[in-house]
């Protein structure tokens, strides 16, 4: 690279280059790519699934794992219609929607000023005279399908919008079946599917996506002082696990944005390339959701103690996994000039990392330096997520794993076939220190131990 592009090298990330990352090395892939895409959907890779699966191993540890009062439930996506009449999503799950007649394409009537229309050079929707836009009205978000053999109103269906009505639903069976008393929470992670006017912007806004939901219920008392709790458990989350606290802001909405379930709703917003957007809702759902399914199904959700009776209050922690991975990406994705030359590097917290440790042999086609390397790859990737490499040159190979947001590396050279040591890389500092092999296993698990 010349001089004047090295120095423009050293940029912030946006939307476009996490995204040329994340495709160019296997994390995220545009869905039905050879047909030339499908709006808003995108699949996930080897490394893509990885880190989501890190995202969340993480967040069921702190929600399930470390806590004495959540427990874990995995509902249906696909639940009986009149759940979601009862929870209001058939009735108020809308978006306003208005269609522009001369360039027939739509927006969310609440969105004209971030969107752009279809004339060149692109303005907002109703910029131009030729403009031609209709009234907005109400689109339902849901997918709707039909559930046996007969396509009729009456096999209607939905595919889930959101997780937590599968927890409210199952109320009574978890109470009656688990030791659990107010405060207690269900946690659950799951996909649900929302037909977006205007999904865009990488993976932000997605028609099929995961969410991570927990619903708490607890004495209609406690519920405010549950909400703020909450609320500075999530964040505390995101900042451990490696968000800069300058990234993260927590605003509460106003009467007029609140969800029809809602009595007050805190969202925790990031600071994406994009700018400020909500990255996880903190919602007070009240007696809401117990109460509409209680009355539509004639079965009674309520807390029945010893000498104590009442319909709990929610307070429900949302966020998806997308969105928290792209956060974790956008915040760990850095570009610097090293001796020179060019570096992209995603500096991942290591638990978030797809790969711990990459086992190389600094030279890949010296037999003795690969039969030293092998055996401790092999025994390292029984306890930790390694990768094996031999091919191209070492700095080739070190480039690719800074690029995947691989912490540690462990390079096998000719004083490793000496005395047994190698040296350990670490991907932030660039620091390289001499270890002893037999201890590398203990030694790296210590360290994503207390990372
Ligand atoms: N149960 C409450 C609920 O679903 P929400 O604010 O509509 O509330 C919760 O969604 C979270 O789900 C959001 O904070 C966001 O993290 C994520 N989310 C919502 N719509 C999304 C979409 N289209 N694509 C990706 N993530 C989405």
Known sequence: MAAEQLEQFEGE????????????????????????????????GHYGVLLN??????????????????VALDSAIILHPQVWVASGHVEGFSDPLVDCRTCKLRFRADQLEQAACGKRPSRHPGGYSECDLTEPRAFNMMFETHVGALRDEASVAYL????????FVNFKNITSSLRVKP?????????????????????FRMREFEQMEMEFFVPPADAAEWHRYWVDQR????????????????????????????????????????????????ANRGDYDLRQHSEASGTKLEWIGHEERYVPHVIEPAISVVRSTLAFL????????????PRTVLRLHP???????AVLPLIGRDGAMTEKARPLYEELRKSI??????????????????????????????????????????RDTLAQERIAIQGTKQLLLDRLDSS
Not at 53 to 70: L, P, T
Not at 185 to 202: H, L, Y
Not at 394 to 404: A, L, P, S, V
Request: hydrophobic content about 35%.
């Open 13 to 44: 990330a946006t939307i476009e280059k996490v995204a040329s990352l994340c495709r160019r090395r296997g994390f995220v892939f545009p869905s039905s790519d050879i047909y030339g895409g499908l709006g808003s959907s995108f699949d996930f």
């Open 351 to 357: 638990r978030l990392a797809p790969v711990k440790v």
């Open 53 to 70: 699966d890190n995202v969340k191993g993480e967040w069921r540890r702190s929600m399930i794992q470390e806590r004495d009062d959540v």
């Open 183 to 203: 405060p207690f929470g269900v946690a659950q992670i799951g996909k649900s599917f929302r037909n977006e006017i205007t999904p865009g912007n990488f993976l």
């Open 330 to 341: 956008c915040d760990a994705y850095d570009e610097e000039v090293v001796a020179e030359r």
């Open 385 to 426: 997520s390694a990768e094996y490499d031999d091919t191209a040159a070492i700095g080739k190979r070190y480039r690719r794993q800074d690029e995947i947001g691989t912490p540690w590396a462990v390079t096998i050279d000719d004083q490793t076939l000496a005395d047994d040591t190698v040296t350990l890389r670490d």
């Open 235 to 282: 964040h505390s989350w995101h900042v451990g696990l490696g968000l800069r606290r300058s990234h993260l802001r927590v605003r509460a909405h106003a009467a007029e944005e609140l969800s029809h379930y809602s009595s007050a709703t805190s969202d925790i917003e990031y600071l994406y390339p994009i700018g400020w957007q909500e990255l996880e809702g903190v």
């Open 160 to 167: 889930r919008p959101e997780t937590a009505q599968g927890i």
